[in-house]
């Protein structure tokens, strides 16, 4: 008997990564035809380094999608890991260790928002957007000196880190590609491997059964919080080596677009199916879209407004509740 | 009297199922819900008569009126959506009212429509369109109205950069009007008393006890027999009512159009609703609290005004904002903790039961 819903999931898991692989393969056809050099070895690496950066802010967004929680404190994460990284180097304060510190801060503001959320699940989303904002806030007045705005902090990147983002490397793609490649593959593992891993998907199929299968819920909800912030910074320090600068609006495109790469993928935002593999999908899925609305030359606004419109369907699809008269 | 025992048992349903105790001990909870925002009111309302006294001035109190005024009316229209649940925080209200806000200042002088009653008709139609467009795709797909409003952020956040890239325009000179207002008795309040009395009678109807009902319990409103897709909808359609009253407010105070400003509303807004004491499981949420939550972020921002942070006064403000809105959480679930802690993991996701 048990061997029936089984076949089911396997179906509807493997029904989402057809479905976004179909998107994909749509939409790099699409590219081809209508954006000229798609295919050129430029444009293939610029659009792998993209997608990396917003693969890594998007590992977060799908263990919490996982457990039925969504983080929209991400884009405020990776802002401050930004220009914090920045203002600790400048203050002369040694690379490693300044590095540390951010990903150790971010680790902690995001078990903060694990643990004032692990109570309020309805309002995940509401703490997150609350304790990213104040971070985000308070980063800038801190790093902020007198009569220089927080918003923009001036400072040299040691070379090595602009190197990561560097297109022309000697192994062909940027460093930065293969660390997204290595943190997928280990998030993957994670996933399907781990006790910890399977706990997520149990918590997010059914929080009650969880807990009775002894899984430490509470635990685990505070966890994925602090790994999604840990990742943020992450890529918000990345982003310092690609853009040269810190800038604590350079977050800001994240919001959305690590909900979206999610949706797309096909994880289910009220938990327990899905996985990293399939928001990787999402993530190329997102990236190959943005490419041929820039080649139509719209405009960041126009692109914007058409992921907005691009989610409703998704959403319709995959995160729909049942009728209330099924919850009888 | 039907609708009244419809909604006691909404009440009786809220902390356990079981004995008149209970039910006395949810009315007094309902009560607690007015008491962080009154304190914090009480508490800002000290601070300012130290640090700013020009606010209780004639000047002062009629700039504090029209500066909340779109605060205000925008967190009532997303109380009503708060109230429908299961975790109705609409975040779509920032660039909602910024799109009225365009078309009022841009869009309607071009087709002729600058007088009051054509401008008001016109604002609040455009609300209740949204509103009602988002409102359909929540009650026939049944998709989180978290995840619907969070597409129309992006949505009307790129239109109205795309409608309108730079600042422009100017306001209709009645409505400019009432950014400098110099008089207490001015259009401003008699809209705003109107909004209130508007909101008091609403909430009264049928229709807002059915909401309530689903909010608090969608399957006991659907075997009472009540209708939860043109409900829903109605949740909507009153709710597009004070979006348009807000951005009629919003673009008074603004006296031009913005593409981008009006977007802050939505985490403003989101914090006032949770401030006032809303429950964002559904079902429970007062007008009178989402007004005074309102008007605590208004305070907030004027005491921090009143020092001097130099370049840091918006993050000063950010981070205040942001900090109250997780304080108040805070307090809210453990004011309502027998509440939230057994119902809400259920309640935020009805999917969880059935698989």
């Excluded at chain 2, 995840?147 to 956040?157: G, H, I, N, P, R």
């Excluded at chain 2, 989402?290 to 130099?310: E, H, P």
Aim: proline share 4%; aromatic share 8%; charged share 10%.
């Amino acid at each position: 008997m048990a061997i029936l819903p089984r076949i089911r999931t396997t179906l509807a898991y493997q029904g989402r990564a057809a479905m976004a692989g179909v998107m994909l393969i749509v939409l790099v056809v699409l590219g081809s035809a209508t954006v000229s050099g798609f295919w050129s070895l430029e444009s293939l690496r610029a659009n792998l380094l993209i997608a990396s950066f917003l693969g890594i802010a998007t590992i977060g967004q799908t263990l919490c999608a996982l457990v039925g929680g969504l983080d929209l404190s991400i884009a405020f994460v990776v802002g401050a890991a930004n220009i914090a990284l920045l203002r600790l180097m400048d203050g002369g304060i040694p690379v490693g260790f300044a590095i540390v510190i951010v990903l150790i801060l971010a680790a902690a503001v995001g078990g903060l928002s694990g643990v004032i959320s692990s109570n309020l699940r309805g309002a995940t989303l509401v703490v997150t957007l609350g304790v990213g904002t104040a971070l985000l806030g308070l980063v800038q007045i801190l790093v902020s000196s007198s009569g220089v705005s927080g918003g923009t902090v001036e400072g040299t990147v040691p070379s090595w880190m602009q190197s990561l983002t560097s297109l022309d490397s000697p192994i062909g793609i940027a460093p930065c590609v293969i660390v997204w490649a290595v943190l997928a593959i280990s998030t993957i593992l994670f996933l399907r491997r781990t006790w910890i891993g399977r706990g997520l998907y149990a918590m997010g199929g059914n929080q009650v059964a969880a807990e009775r299968a002894m899984i430490p819920t509470r635990s685990l909800w505070i966890l994925v919080f602090s790994l999604s912030a840990v990742m943020a910074a992450v890529a918000g320090m990345i982003l310092l080596g690609f853009t040269g600068g810190g800038y604590s609006g350079v977050g800001d495109p994240y919001l959305f677009t690590t909900i979206a790469a999610v949706l797309i993928g096909g994880t289910s935002l009220v938990g327990g199916r899905g996985g990293y593999g399939l928001t990787v999908l999402g993530v190329f899925d997102l990236t190959v879209l943005q490419t041929i609305l820039s080649g139509f030359s719209l405009s960041a606004a126009a692109q914007e407004a058409i992921l907005g419109l691009l989610i409703l369907p998704l959403a319709a699809l995959y995160v729909r509740s049942p009728h209330p008269r099924m919850e009888i | 009297m039907r609708a009244s025992t419809l909604s006691e048992a909404v009440q009786a349903k809220m902390p356990e199922r079981s004995g008149v105790e209970s039910r006395y001990k949810s009315m007094a909870r309902r009560q607690t819900s007015l008491v962080t925002p009154f304190a914090l009111f009480a508490v800002l309302l000290a601070i300012s008569g130290v640090r700013g006294p020009a606010l209780f001035t004639a000047n002062g109190l009629d700039g504090a009126l029209i500066g909340a005024a779109p605060l205000v009316l925008g967190t009532l229209a997303i109380t009503t959506i708060a109230i429908a649940g299961p975790a109705g925080v609409d975040l779509s209200i920032g660039p909602a009212m910024t799109l009225i806000n365009i078309e009022i200042v841009i869009e309607l002088p071009k087709i002729g429509v600058t007088g009051p009653v054509a401008v008001f008709a016109c604002a609040i139609g455009l609300g209740i369109l949204v509103q009602v467009v988002i409102g359909t795709i929540v009650a026939l797909f049944r998709v989180s109205t978290v995840v619907v409003t969070l597409a129309f952020y992006l949505f009307l956040d790129g239109l109205n950069t795309v409608l309108l890239p730079e600042p422009a325009g100017s306001a209709p000179t009645w409505l400019a009007n009432w950014g400098s207002e110099s008089s207490l008795l001015s259009p401003v309040l008699y809209v705003l008393i109107g909004s209130f009395v508007l909101w008091a009678l609403i909430s009264r109807t049928t229709l807002f006890r059915n909401v309530r009902l689903m909010g608090a319990d969608a399957r006991t409103a659907f075997v009472s027999g009540v209708h939860l897709v043109p409900t829903r909808i109605g949740a909507h359609v009153i709710a597009g009512i004070f979006v348009g009253l807000a951005s009629l407010m919003y673009t008074g105070l603004l006296g031009s159009a913005d593409p981008t400003a009006g977007s802050s509303y939505t985490l403003s807004a989101v914090t006032a609703l949770v401030i006032g004491g809303a429950s964002l499981a559904g079902g429970r949420a007062k007008g009178l609290g989402a007004i005074l939550g309102a008007t605590d972020i208004w305070l907030i921002s004027y005491v921090l005004g009143t020092f001097n942070f130099g370049l840091n006064a918006s993050y000063w403000i950010e981070v205040a904002t942001g900090g109250v809105l997780v304080v108040a959480l805070l307090v809210g679930s453990f004011l309502a903790s027998e509440d939230l802690v057994h119902r809400w993991p259920m309640r935020m996701f009805p999917g969880n039961r059935s698989r």
